[in-house]
Nanobody, 126 residues
Framework: QVQLVESGGGLVQAGGSLRLSCAASGRTVSRYVMGWFRQAPGKEREFVAAIRWNGGNTYYADSVKGRFTISGANAKNTVYLQMSSLKPEDTAVYYC???????????????????WGQGTQVTVSS
């Protein structure tokens, strides 16, 4: 089992920044891919970004490229999502997820992730 706890959400004005954190505990997380997904009201859950602990490969959704940065602090078993130039359409509940042994091409697929956090709300006002 892997437990994931997100933090760092909140209310921010358009153009502002937030940093989300996802603390992982339980089984050895080094073999996992850590992903961030989001879900807005009435919409399906969508991929945001992912990183592989070993090797550091990263993958971003086109909608956040150049604005969001995913990074990992291995010693802390924590993954971060630095969000800048936020837009109202970024408003959603953001979820952290862990998936084992994913191929790079699989990073955006939520059904392949094994563990999920409870989510943290991000609201961007215009």
């Amino acid at each position: 089992q892997v437990q994931l706890v997100e933090s760092g959400g909140g209310l921010v004005q358009a153009g502002g920044s937030l940093r989300l954190s996802c603390a992982a505990s339980g089984r050895t997380v080094s073999r996992y891919v850590m992903g961030w997904f989001r879900q807005a009201p009435g919409k399906e859950r969508e991929f945001v970004a992912a990183i592989r602990w070993n090797g550091g490969n990263t993958y971003y959704a086109d909608s956040v490229k150049g604005r969001f940065t995913i990074s990992g602090a291995n010693a802390k078993n924590t993954v971060y999502l630095q969000m800048s130039s936020l837009k109202p359409e970024d408003t959603a509940v953001y979820y952290c997820a862990a998936g084992a042994d994913l191929l790079y091409s699989d990073f955006p697929l939520p059904t392949l992730y094994d563990y999920w956090g409870q989510g943290t709300q991000v609201t961007v006002s215009s």
